[in-house]
């Protein structure tokens, strides 16, 4: 019986040395294929983090333009209440009726405020803030900005101001502005 138990034991150490050496060799085998990190792996990494790189670019320009089209819009609303203050101010003008109907275009050579000066209808006071209003629009808004105050009677007027847009993303080049407010 002795001998029988020793033969088992060798038995189960040498499937033991077999299996572990076994083990061994595979492991061997599989790193000598591959040592570290392939050339293909690496540049797929690259590509991928480019990629991701360009994406976040071209958000970040999109986010600018957006940005400067929402600041564009907020100048436009700062202009449609400084013409109504103004006219809040002239009350004589408004019965005039001098700013009912005004246009302005800012020229596309404007440069410099100023160059707006010699429009505009009414008395001094009516002709100089019809020429402010056009200098702000052509310093804040830029050249071929268009303004109209139209007077809807019982005091109610509305200013709107159309100007180029093409900044915005998917926006069209011309955008119009409404303001409605009474005196």
């Not at 088992?8 to 990190?37: E, P």
């Not at 596309?108 to 803030?129: E, Q």
């Not at 310093?139 to 019982?154: Q, V, W, Y």
């Amino acid at each position: 019986m002795g001998q029988i138990t020793d033969l088992v034991r060798r038995k189960r150490l040498n499937m033991h040395l077999m299996t572990s050496f076994s083990r061994r060799l595979n492991v061997a085998i599989y790193r000598g294929n591959q040592a570290g990190v392939g050339l293909i792996e690496v540049l797929i990494a690259v590509l991928v983090l480019s990629i991701g790189f360009l994406g976040m670019a071209a958000l970040q320009s999109k986010a600018l333009s957006n940005n400067n089209s929402a600041m564009v819009r907020s100048i436009g609303t700062i202009a449609s209440y400084s013409i109504l203050d103004a006219m809040r101010v002239d009350q004589t003008g408004v019965e005039a009726g001098d700013y009912d109907g005004f246009s302005v275009t800012v020229p596309t050579t404007w440069a410099d405020p100023g160059d707006c000066s010699g429009l505009g209808k009414g008395g001094a006071l009516t002709k100089a803030n019809q020429n402010q209003w056009c200098d702000d629009l052509g310093s804040l808004m830029g050249p071929g900005t268009k303004g109209d105050i139209t007077a809807n009677g019982g005091g109610n007027y509305t200013i709107t101001i159309t100007f180029n847009d093409e900044r915005a993303t998917g926006g069209s080049a011309s955008q119009t502005m409404i303001t409605r407010a009474k005196l």
